[in-house]
């Protein structure tokens, strides 16, 4: 059902001019239709967000929050979308470019809005290149972090860093941004690396020239060739994490550069929102879960005990996806895959069993995160480096994005719904 627009954003209007029907199908902010499935909650009832009723009216309250911002549309985009279930990247199936398109070749999709032709993709290649290595000072800083120090932190640090060393940092025009945002997705994979060997007592290795992200990586990493197959898979996973409309990171972005703060704090911000164990963490967790676990034996009594306890399965359930994320078959697929490769099926195996039981006890399908954990573990990268490598791809996404808001910027600024004391009064402090 398609209501006509009744009012503008934020007028006041009464309750007693809706119906029922109608309330549960209108968007917070724009007040035009949203699926019907963003506005029914788990029980049934229906979520009513952001409506100025009669009480309202009276000064009582000014408004109502919709806990989440689930199902509140905050910003027009035309980087990626997910209707009815389905992913595209610029109008690309998430599918068709996973299974034809080159990370690289994706980046230039979400920056430029069009696949490159063959000297663009050189073009920016090169550029990537160029850019690969990152500054000295930055390297050196490195080296001072703990040993122990999250991964996570650690990137979000360095990247923060980046900007003491670019004199171009707070060139606000566009041409200055888009070469920073290449910037960025040259360097994130070399800081990483680097972090990984420094903390080990190795040296960085420098970054190769004229090879792709993944293999590039993968070579910073370990100092070897990586195998064919490894950098394959790599950068599928990177394909398919490198944008994912308004999810949270990207929002974290959105919101800091639409102070017209610059890309380096923006990309700063969107990792500190990674980090978090629903959102970007989840793949890292879902390795602790596995490595919990043990073997494929354990792993009916481990999730049913989990279940029972209401605990929340990593790897599992997804704000916007309800039937399913359309990632997630083609992680399982390469996590069968590189399982046969080597020999070693348990971890998938063990995936495949509790996706079986999760899915049939709670309806929950599988995410993103849930097989990156065996692909992974499966191309011996360190459990901690996967939520890392996961910014290695969205980078491109947040980066996209950043570009987007610069161009048509307004400041990101709600309302909260407040509900604490009213009237109080300054005590003196002898008297409190
Ligand atoms: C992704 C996620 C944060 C979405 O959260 P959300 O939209 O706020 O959904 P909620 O957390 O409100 O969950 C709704 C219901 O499903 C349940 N649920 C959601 N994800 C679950 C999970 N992974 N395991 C078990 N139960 C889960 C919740 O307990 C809740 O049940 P209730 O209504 O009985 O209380 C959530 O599914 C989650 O925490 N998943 C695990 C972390 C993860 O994999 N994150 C990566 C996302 S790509």
Redesign the pocket.
Known sequence: MLLEPMVRCGEIISEKNINDADKAFLCPYLFTSVPKSFMIK?DGTKRIPFIVNESHVKGERTMTATK?L?GIVAAASSISSIIDGVLTYRGIDIDDLAENATFEEVAYLLWYGKLPTRSELDGLQKQLDEFAAVPQGVIDQIKLYPKDTNSMAALRTAVSSLALYDASANDMSPEANQVKAIKLQAQLPTIIAAFARIRQGLEPVAPKQGVSIAYNFLYMLTGKEPAEVAIKALDQALVLHADHELNASTFAARVTVATLSDIYSGVTSAIGALKG???GG?NEAVMVMLEEIGSAANVESFINNALAN?Y????????VYKNGDPRAKHLQKMSRELGKLTGNMELYEMSVKIEELVTGQ?G?KP???FYSASVYTTLEIPRDLFTPIFAISRVSGWSAHILEQYQDNRLIRPRADYVGPVNAKYIPIEQR
């Open positions: 788990g989440g689930e164990p629903l959102h989840a209401k929340k399965i990593m790897g599992f359930g997804h704000r709670k929950l995410n993103v995160d």
